[in-house]
């Protein structure tokens, strides 16, 4: 038994273009079984070529004999609807900045809330479509500043970097941080199934205090020793001692950074064209020194770097050295 009566050689060949070039899988897959219906084949054949049912060739044919080319294509409001609605996913979203981690908890609430079992991978796709991804948290300041210092002081430095980008002043920004070989551990590209591992153990701290102006100059001081005011003050003066020009150093509020041994320099420095200018409490991102430790512990160092002391050191010094040349940052 056949289902199809003879098509005139312009509906076949209207068929034969729907199989090979229609965009839609399912249009191909109809008119190809209209074509192969004309040849003779039986409905046992159809059934192992296309891998359905007796029901849903006859509903092809159906279609086809009463819309015609129309009835090729799916009608609208066919399928399954989508489990979850834009509400929903919408709803999913805020969920997410919650819980950042926590993919069960969010499944939870789907359950609890709205009585949907839906699987992680659903949960996934859905954040993904959202413009959410998976990436490392970044650690930032532990308060917000207070909005009326902030907005000062931005204006303030600002106001500070027209006048260094007019050469009527040096702006520079300084900073501390410390290296051990407990490393920042970074993502990388890894074979599936292998897990790269890095070295980590108890070691001395290789600390650096750095001043870093908006055309890439950085000074670094690099010691083993432990970072106080008496070791900021020395760095500052003999990084002042090469400074012709009024200089103005942007710094945050830390203790060793305000103690009074700081202040009881203040006029000294002052009177050498020295001046301190103090970022607002909780503001690491006005810092632009802190990119550049950020780029070295989680972009430059090697992980061979962190197989012994001596080679951390090594490695620490050379990003030092080559900042500007061979290790450089767009201050856009």
């Known amino acids: 038994m056949q289902f199809m009566r003879e098509l005139n050689p312009e509906t076949l060949r209207l068929l034969q ?6 965009r839609y899988h399912q249009v191909r897959q109809r008119a190809h079984c ?26 092809w044919f159906n279609a086809w004999e009463e819309r015609g080319v129309v009835g090729l294509y799916n009608r609208p409001g066919r399928g399954r609807k989508p489990t979850l609605t834009s509400v ?7 969920w997410a900045k919650q819980y950042p981690k926590q993919l069960k908890q969010i499944l939870q609430k789907v359950q609890d809330e709205w009585g949907i079992v839906v699987s992680k991978d659903t949960i996934k796709r859905v954040l993904k479509a959202m413009r959410m991804s998976w990436h490392r948290l970044r650690r930032v300041a532990g308060g917000k500043p207070q909005q009326q210092e902030y907005a000062e002081k931005y204006k303030q430095l600002e106001e500070l970097k027209q006048l260094d980008a007019q050469d009527e002043i040096e702006l520079y920004y300084l900073d501390e941080t410390g290296f051990c070989l407990i490393p920042y551990v970074p993502y990388g590209w890894q074979p599936v ?3 790269l591992g890095i070295p980590s153990r108890r070691s001395q701290r290789l600390n650096v ?18 970072i106080t005011s008496d070791v900021v003050i020395t760095c500052i003066e003999r990084f002042c001692r ?26 000294e420095w002052r009177q050498q064209d020295i001046e301190l200018f103090w970022l607002p409490s909780y503001s690491p991102q006005l810092n632009l020194i802190e990119i550049v430790w950020r780029f070295m512990k ?29 290790y450089v940052i767009n201050f856009a």
């Open 34 to 59: 209209l074509i192969l219906s004309t040849q003779s084949l039986t409905i046992a054949q159809l059934m192992s070529i296309f891998g359905v049912t007796r029901k849903t060739l006859y509903n």
């Open 209 to 226: 205090v750095g001043l870093l102006n908006r055309e890439r100059h950085l000074e670094a001081y690099v010691s083993e020793q432990s």
């Open 242 to 267: 090469q400074k012709s020009k009024r200089t103005v150093i942007v710094l945050d509020q830390s203790s060793i950074h305000t103690s009074d041994a700081i202040y009881d320099k203040l006029e």
């Open 88 to 94: 929903h996913k919408e709803q999913i979203r805020e």
């Open 193 to 195: 199934g292998e897990t």
């Open 298 to 326: 989680y972009e430059w160092i090697e992980l061979s770097a962190y197989s012994s002391w001596q080679s951390l050191v090594d490695y620490v010094e050379k990003v030092l050295r080559e900042f500007g040349d061979n």
């Open 17 to 22: 273009r729907l199989y090979r070039q229609s």
